[in-house]
């Protein structure tokens, strides 16, 4: 049986701090608080990302780079893992719908041919 202990409790309430600051700057837009979140040595990385795209950033400075050049909000179809130490984010993998951006950038030509067949 898996018992919480006051470490764990700790950093469980650390991390979910973290995670509504996270919330509270994306969705505010404000990008100052979002980039302190981070660690120096951030790796942020969109697995998903189409050729062409952002598929990796490696250090704050690039990504506050890219945030602070970011479209409006976006309505996205995703699922994010986050891991952290000491009170940042060191490792953010984000697993977003392409298909979603390239529509709201007007670039449905870059949708992938979906129904393309070997048989033709």
């Known amino acids: 049986m898996f018992t919480h202990t006051a470490d764990y409790e ?7 701090k973290l ?6 700057s994306m969705i505010n837009q404000d990008m100052d608080p979002f980039i302190e979140l981070f660690d120096d ?3 942020f990385e969109f697995p998903y990302a ?3 795209f952002t598929q990796r950033l490696e250090g ?3 990504l506050y780079d890219y945030v602070r050049n ?3 909000q976006l309505k996205l179809s995703q699922f994010t893992f986050i891991e952290t130490k000491d009170g940042k984010i060191v490792h953010y993998k984000d697993y977003w719908n392409p298909l979603v951006v390239l ?4 670039d449905e030509a870059s949708f992938p041919n979906f129904s393309h067949s070997d048989k033709e």
Not at 10 to 16: E, F, H, N, V
Not at 103 to 106: E, K, R, T, V
Request: proline residues 7%; aromatic residues 6%; glycine residues 14%.
């Open 50 to 52: 189409p050729d062409g």
């Open 70 to 72: 970011l479209p409006g």
């Open 103 to 106: 529509a709201a950038l007007g």
């Open 19 to 24: 995670f509504e600051q996270f919330k509270h």
């Open 60 to 62: 704050k400075a690039a």
């Open 41 to 43: 040595e951030v790796v």
């Open 10 to 16: 700790g950093r469980l309430q650390a991390a979910q």
